[in-house]
C-alpha cells in the first residue's frame, strides 16, 4: 500500500521554527513533484510549496522568504523548513505527492497525507 505520512508539527509561539517531514512507502515507481498544501480554520486548502523531481520550487506569495521546501530523494522525503511563523499559519498541514503506480500502462496518481497540526499562538 502507498502511503504519505507527516510528522513535525507542533505548538509553538509565534517567531519560532518549526520542520515538517513527508516519508513516502510503499509499492512505489518513481515520485514526480512533492509538496506541502494547508487549511486554516474557515479557509479553503492551499499550496503552500512544491518542489519538482529536479528540484525547481514554488512557494505561496505569503510565505516567502520565511518557508523553503526540499526533499531526499534516496529516503522518498520531501520536507518543509517554517521561520518566523505568525499566527496565521496555525493549519492543518498536507503532504502531496504525484506518484507512478504502474507502468503498464503508465499511470501516475495524486497521494495525501493525512495532515500534522500546527498551532502558532502569541
Known amino acids: 500500500q502507498v502511503q504519505l505520512v507527516e510528522s513535525g508539527g507542533g505548538l509553538l509561539q509565534a517567531g519560532g521554527s518549526l520542520r515538517l517531514s513527508c516519508a513516502a512507502s510503499?509499492?512505489?515507481?518513481?515520485?514526480?513533484?512533492m509538496g506541502w498544501y494547508r487549511q486554516a480554520p474557515g479557509k479553503q486548502r492551499e499550496l503552500v510549496a512544491r518542489?519538482?523531481?529536479?528540484?525547481?520550487?514554488i512557494y505561496a506569495d505569503s510565505v516567502k522568504g520565511r518557508f523553503t521546501i526540499s526533499r531526499d530523494n534516496a529516503k522518498n522525503t520531501v520536507y518543509l523548513q517554517m521561520n518566523g511563523l505568525k499566527l496565521e499559519d496555525t493549519a492543518v498541514y498536507y503532504c502531496?505527492?504525484?506518484?507512478?503506480?504502474?507502468?503498464?500502462?503508465?499511470?501516475?496518481?495524486?497521494?495525501w497525507g493525512k495532515g500534522t497540526l500546527v498551532t502558532v499562538s502569541s
Open positions: 518542489i519538482s523531481s529536479s528540484g525547481s520550487t
Open positions: 502531496n505527492a504525484i506518484m507512478v503506480v504502474t507502468t503498464t500502462p503508465a499511470l501516475s496518481r495524486n497521494y
Open positions: 510503499g509499492s512505489i515507481f518513481s515520485i514526480n513533484a
